[in-house]
């Protein structure tokens, strides 16, 4: 499943849940962006911290040795030099 699958299935499931409440008048299209924006911001700082979880720091003369593995931030890839 790619990142745009997973994107779409996100935007279909915050459209199941606050078309209703836009509909009812419970909320306006301006506070369902609020909100939106929200839980963008909670779920872009919770994965930042997931991925963050757990690695360690390391010393500059370890970190320049050739065997040293590399992470890509991004992805998690690991690499070696």
């Known amino acids: ?7 779409q ?3 279909y499931a915050l459209l199941l849940a606050f078309g209703p409440l836009i ?4 909320l ?10 929200a839980i963008g911001v909670i ?4 994965w930042g911290v997931w991925v963050k979880y757990g690695t360690r720091t390391t ?3 370890h970190a320049a040795r050739i065997d040293t593995p590399l992470v890509d931030p991004a ?6 030099n």
């Open 75 to 80: 992805t998690g890839k690991i690499s070696t």
């Open 23 to 26: 509909t009812k008048g419970y």
């Open 9 to 11: 299935l996100i935007r």
């Open 1 to 7: 499943m790619t990142s745009d699958t997973i994107w």
């Open 28 to 37: 306006s299209s301006d506070e369902v962006t609020t909100v939106t924006g």
């Open 59 to 61: 010393t500059a003369s």
């Open 43 to 46: 779920f872009t700082t919770a």
